[in-house]
């Protein structure tokens, strides 16, 4: 579907062009499948701000093809404010920028985001930064969280530019329409070729801080496939089916195999823990279809190919 910007507004604006092989539907239909919130279906309803073909639209109205569908939001639209200090100490490697998001590559030892209000040292801080002078939906661009990884995880995440943006990859994470893809060195070698570790994951009830496998807990599944091992450590590829906190970490530390370098969940001692987001497949936003795009960032420097330990 072709997206049109208009720049000469203050407020995000937003033109779509009924593609040729569109089938017939309505617009909350359309918008449905766009996995607009229903928040902001309900906003752009209640305001009268849908125009098609320069008209305003009840979500009942039925859009063909050659239609030109547009609306418009307001800052206010959105609970999800930005408020993160720009911090222009350090440049981020920004892997790809479209109009609605960027991929980062994230330094293993980096907070994702602040905790308090006047913390800069963090991810979202830096980006904020990089981010100005750049435009998202003819409005000023701002970073927002759409996921996150652990402090002493490194690679690709996926940062949002503006509000509506958040929403529609937060439901494509909870689709499972995002694929990202792990590398990770664990202790001892995995005799498999592959598997999968389905345990439940729950809050330790000792430190808040970690997670434990408990089947009173939220369903957890992930999925490995071995690569090699060297000296007593097996590197391994992992795919994630859900995502909860410490996953790959708790699963692979359940099963008698910890991540080197994790000191939280009994790992051997590393410089940093051995575990990166090397890929993430996102599909294209504002379309019904699954075609998408695969991210892939160079495995940083202080993560071994080889891995043999004193």
């Known amino acids: 579907m072709e997206i049109l910007s208009n720049t000469k507004n203050s407020r995000p604006q937003y033109s779509f062009i009924i593609p040729n092989n569109f089938v017939s539907k309505s617009v909350k239909e359309l918008l449905t499948g766009l996995l607009f919130p229903r928040s902001i279906r309900g906003?752009?309803?209640?305001?009268?701000?849908?125009?098609?073909?320069?008209?305003?639209?009840?979500?009942?109205?039925?859009?063909?093809?050659?239609?030109?569908?547009?609306?418009?939001?307001?800052?206010?639209?959105?609970?999800?404010?930005?408020?993160?200090?720009?911090?222009?100490?350090?440049?981020?490697?920004?892997?790809?920028?479209?109009?609605?998001?960027?991929?980062?590559?994230?330094?293993?030892?980096?907070k994702m985001h602040p905790h308090s209000p006047n913390e800069t040292d963090t991810l979202l801080n830096y980006v904020e930064a990089q981010l100005k002078g750049h435009l998202s939906r003819s409005c000023p661009a701002h970073a927002f969280m759409v996921h996150r990884i652990d402090r002493d995880t490194s690679g690709v995440v996926i940062i949002a530019k503006n509000p509506l943006a958040v929403g529609i990859l937060d439901q494509l994470l909870a689709k499972k329409r995002i694929k990202r893809t792990y590398l990770a060195w664990v202790s001892g070698n995995l005799e498999n070729k592959k598997g999968s570790i389905d345990q439940a994951i729950a809050v330790d009830p000792i430190n808040p801080y970690k997670r434990i496998v408990d089947q009173a807990g939220q369903k957890a599944v992930t999925h490995w496939t071995k690569i090699h091992t060297v000296y007593q450590n097996t590197l391994v590829r992992v795919s994630l089916e859900t995502g909860r906190t410490h996953q790959i970490r708790v699963h692979f530390a359940a099963i008698g195999h910890p991540i080197v370098g994790d000191h939280l969940y009994n790992g051997s001692p590393y410089s940093r823990l051995l575990l990166h987001s090397a890929t993430i497949e996102i599909p294209e936003l504002f379309s019904e279809s699954r075609q998408g795009r695969t991210i892939t960032t160079a495995i940083p420097k202080d993560f071994p190919r080889q891995l043999k330990l004193d």
Do not use: C, H, W
Not at 68 to 88: A, I, R
């Open 43 to 110: 906003l752009l309803r209640q305001k009268k701000r849908l125009l098609l073909n320069g008209r305003n639209i009840p979500t009942s109205e039925l859009v063909s093809p050659g239609d030109k569908l547009s609306f418009s939001l307001e800052t206010s639209d959105f609970s999800k404010g930005q408020n993160y200090l720009p911090n222009n100490d350090r440049r981020l490697r920004i892997l790809s920028e479209k109009e609605d998001y960027l991929l980062v590559d994230k330094p293993a030892g980096m």
